[in-house]
């Protein structure tokens, strides 16, 4: 797309060719994320993406060749992750991509490509705050705010894998699914954070508060969380907040920004790795993505993202690319 909230184009460029260290993957389907929409609308500094380029940051498809030094891959395997889309490396709404071999896995078997490309990005982001900052275990009590959202609904999925007994937010239409993924729902818009800390933790708090919604629902994290050995993590944690609440209960904060291996090029390797503890827990059955049941082809892009900026989706939102 040439410029922000411009409508897509389609644009013929030259197939690539897989460098060292890359495998060249047919795109089969290309997840939709908020984020993307950010950066189509030019709200997204962070992402460091120039437009025009090509958007799309989830992907899910065939490997077609491999560059010198992969040795992990061959021609044929079905993989997925999030490879591109932002810092100016080219999206994943295009046919092909030659990506870096470090940040994808194995597709697991027993998903499709569209429910695969829904997983990479709030996969990671959910593995990368439950398990690397807060080590989430069994015996704890974690509550995860927007636990039907994108990445809260697999966040729920993960630390129901690790043992933990959780808890989510969300609305009352919500209520049901939240349930049918092991948690219990609790509904925000009637249910004040102290009611809701006393009737689960005996006014302890939460051992873990995982925030993926942001605003006030970050402060309303730090009132939560358990004292003395609380912690509070978030994937959106724009804005200024007094860490007063925190700190009277001496707990402790984390932010997770999922962008950073791409933007560097550091710790490239771990995206992949998370991506096949992905693969781990969906082939056992402990992992769905939710799918918005709207479809999408690659030249009704711009209805998808508008669908995803309206907040109108019942899920993750998947372009078909491969028809």
């Known amino acids: 797309m040439p410029e922000p909230n411009a409508p897509f184009s389609e644009n013929s460029l030259p197939k690539p060719v897989p460098r060292a260290g890359e495998v060249l993957v047919r795109i089969h389907a290309s997840g939709v994320n908020p984020l993307d929409t950010k950066i189509r609308a030019g709200r997204a500094a962070h992402a460091r993406h120039p437009l025009p380029g090509v958007l799309g940051m989830d992907l899910a498809g065939t490997v077609e060749a491999i560059g010198e030094s992969v040795a992990s891959f061959h021609v044929g395997d079905e993989v997925y992750g999030f490879t591109g889309g932002i810092g100016g490396v080219q999206g994943s709404l295009a046919e092909y991509a030659a990506v870096d071999a470090k940040l994808i ?19 990671i982001t959910a593995w990368e705050g439950l398990v690397d900052r807060a080590n989430v275990r069994s015996g704890q009590k974690v509550l995860v705010h927007g636990g ?9 999925q993960l630390a129901r894998a690790r043992g ?28 004040p954070v102290e009611t809701y800390v006393d009737r689960y ?3 302890q708090g939460f051992d873990v508060v995982f925030d993926t919604v942001g605003g006030p629902v970050l402060d309303a994290s730090f009132a939560a969380a358990r004292r003395y050995t609380g912690h509070v993590l978030t994937s959106l944690g724009w804005g200024t907040h007094s860490l007063a609440p925190l700190s009277f209960r001496g707990a402790t904060y984390s932010g997770v920004f999922t962008l950073l291996p791409i933007l560097t090029g550091e710790l490239r390797e771990h995206h992949g790795e998370i991506l096949a503890e ?19 082809a690659l030249d009704a892009v711009d209805a998808a993202h508008a669908r995803v900026a309206a907040g109108s989706a019942r899920g993750k939102v998947v372009v078909d690319v491969l028809p």
Request: no cysteine; aromatic share 6%; net charge negative.
């Open 105 to 123: 896995a194995r597709k697991p078997d027993n998903l499709t490509m569209r429910e695969a490309a829904a997983l990479p990005l709030v996969f």
């Open 148 to 156: 039907a959202g994108g990445v809260g609904h697999v966040a729920v």
């Open 164 to 191: 933990a007994e959780v808890f989510a937010t969300g609305t009352a239409s919500q209520a049901d699914y939240i349930r049918s993924i092991g948690a219990t729902p609790i509904d925000f818009e009637t249910t």
């Open 201 to 203: 933790t005996g006014g």
């Open 278 to 296: 992905a693969t781990a827990l969906a082939e056992a059955g402990l992992l769905k993505p939710l799918l918005d049941p709207a479809r999408f």
